[in-house]
């Protein structure tokens, strides 16, 4: 199971922290994906993490701007999203696919367990 949270309202040129809370697997063993869909648009692949081997991967619009990480520890990986646009505004879903599913390569796709979104607006 994936729980998503920390998403929220803030104004253009902020930040703002998602969590992804996975639980009944551990993330060690998996690829840990950020995808986001805006109304009336296709879903779109944000970030990917392998905490196994540390790769990450970003979308173009979003490098340099969103770090994903993950902590073992505590079973989650996060998204920090800095410098906030307008069109960044979306429902962002976490997702997961044991790496090897993936050839030990990045970026995720075909992801086999969602969790349920959390809305992140950006106001202009």
């Known amino acids: 199971q994936l729980q998503a949270s920390g998403g929220g309202l803030v104004q253009a040129g902020g930040s703002l922290r998602l969590s992804c809370a996975a639980s009944g697997f551990r993330l060690d063993d998996y690829a840990i994906g950020w995808f986001r869909q805006a109304p009336g648009k296709e879903r779109e692949g944000v970030s990917c993490?392998?905490?196994?081997?540390?790769?990450?991967s970003y979308g173009d619009s979003v490098k340099g701007r969103f770090t994903i990480s993950s902590d073992s520890a505590k079973n989650t990986v996060y998204l920090q999203m800095h410098s906030l646009k307008p069109e960044d505004t979306a429902v962002y879903y976490c997702?997961?696919?044991?790496?090897?599913?993936?050839?030990?390569?990045?970026?995720?796709?075909?992801?086999?367990?969602w969790g349920k979104g959390t809305q992140v607006t950006v106001s202009s």
């Open positions: 993490i392998s905490s196994s081997d540390g790769m990450t």
């Open positions: 997702a997961a696919i044991p790496y090897y599913r993936l050839g030990y390569r990045l970026p995720c796709f075909r992801m086999d367990y």
